[in-house]
């Protein structure tokens, strides 16, 4: 089996921390700690749950790093790590479902939905309309099943190859690429709206409201 | 272009990374050469865009710090020794699991035995008791014996047939 060994942009920063050197770790956490958070923020939609498992994915890290033997990447070793964590959360929160924290309205059609308290302060109408089309991206991107998310999200966020993505996920190349394939198949169609015309339906429809 | 030149456009189309240049040059190039024209080229160019520019999530300032404290923390915590099972632990556990079931089988298979042979010893029982009442009898009526019984359907018989008989004649009388 061919080892990452060579290729790996971190293996002198692995064996500074293997001969004892643990404040080096801290540069590792400072390296992956945004793609880390952004990936299990979109995988278990909390913030803040999202930062414990991240924590929880160094820690754990750190403790296994003697058993690192380069036959992967680092990055895709934590991906790994942190991917394992967020679907052992989903697992319990599906067998302990807990009350939210924020509040639930119900909508015209009869659908539970999130609201959350706007901390923005008053933004130009394009910054809006630009914030409300990533909150329709997030949407449609919590609709899609959690593997076609983290391969999506590790390709077009973290840039990592097809390779990478597959040892992350445990899966083959071919089902990687079909995976991403099939996410954006499902994100044209639900953006749909947006794409044919590069503004939303509904927003438009809002603004030709407000005209007079 | 080469092809090679062109799947590294197509990728980076799908990845949101094109910029004017290579997007001006993707698109010339599929134009004077559509078969290898990207379907939907324009939908699949925003959505690579859209998904690159999507906004990360934040992070708290202090979080490397509060990872190193929390490594600190493990490696000073006193560490409780957890006794390792020995091997002998292992097969006196394998060995508890089989007893047990070995206990459960000998029980079944006792039950089963002592219900059989009640239910034998019932059955003597009951014979023992038939043949001690004949016995009974035959010592009490010393006269009858038990060649008596050996005709008994046939005198049955008879007396059906003779109340039989007896109608007809009655019949026969009064026709008189």
């Known amino acids: 089996m061919q080892t990452a060994k060579n290729s790996d942009p971190d293996i002198a920063l692995i064996l500074e921390i293997k001969k004892g050197k643990k404040e080096v770790f801290a540069v590792l956490i400072d390296k992956y700690k945004k793609p880390l958070i952004n990936l299990l923020f979109r995988l278990v939609h909390d913030q803040t749950e999202a930062e414990d498992l991240a924590q929880a994915t160094f820690v754990q890290v750190y403790k296994s790093l003697d058993k690192f033997n380069f036959s992967s990447r680092f990055s895709t070793w934590i991906f790994t790590i942190a991917r394992n964590l967020a679907l052992n959360e989903l697992r319990r929160r599906s067998r302990h479902p807990a009350d939210s924290m924020e509040l639930e309205v119900?909508?015209?059609?009869?659908?539970?939905?999130?609201q959350y308290e706007d901390k923005r302060s008053p933004v130009p109408c394009d910054h809006l309309i630009k914030e409300e089309l990533f909150k329709k991206v997030e949407e449609a991107l919590s609709k899609l099943p959690e593997n076609q998310r983290t391969a999506i999200i590790l390709f077009q966020q973290e840039d990592m190859s097809y390779e990478e993505i597959a040892e992350v996920l445990g899966c083959s190349v071919s089902a990687t690429k079909s995976l991403i394939h099939r996410a954006r198949e499902t994100l044209k169609a639900i953006l749909k709206p947006y794409l044919q015309t590069g503004q939303w339906e509904e927003d438009k429809h809002l603004k030709n409201k407000k005209e007079p | 272009m080469s092809k090679n030149e062109l799947e590294k456009l197509k990728e980076l189309a799908l990845r949101g990374l094109l910029d004017d240049e290579k997007e001006r040059r993707l698109r010339m190039y599929i134009e004077t050469d559509p078969s290898c024209a990207i379907p939907d080229i324009d939908k699949e160019i925003l959505l690579g865009k859209l998904l690159r520019n999507l906004p990360k999530a934040p992070v708290s300032s202090n979080f490397t710090a509060r990872v190193m404290s929390e490594i600190e923390r493990l490696e000073t915590e006193p560490v409780i020794p957890i006794a390792r099972p020995t091997v002998l632990d292992w097969l006196?556990?394998?060995?508890?699991?089989?007893?047990?079931?070995?206990?459960?089988?000998?029980v079944l298979l006792g039950f089963c035995y002592f219900s059989y042979t009640a239910s034998k010893n019932a059955k003597l029982a009951n014979k023992i008791s038939e043949l001690s009442r004949i016995a009974l009898l035959e010592d009490k009526e010393p006269k009858i014996a038990v060649e008596i019984f050996k005709d008994f359907d046939?005198?049955?018989?008879l007396n059906q047939q003779s109340a039989f008989v007896d109608t007809e004649l009655l019949a026969a009388l009064k026709a008189n």
Request: hydrophobic fraction near 55%; avoid cysteine.
């Open chain 1, 106 to 114: 119900e909508s015209d059609e009869g659908i539970i939905i999130h």
């Open chain 2, 154 to 157: 046939v005198i049955q018989n």
């Open chain 2, 92 to 106: 006196l556990e394998r060995l508890v699991y089989k007893v047990a079931a070995i206990a459960v089988i000998l």
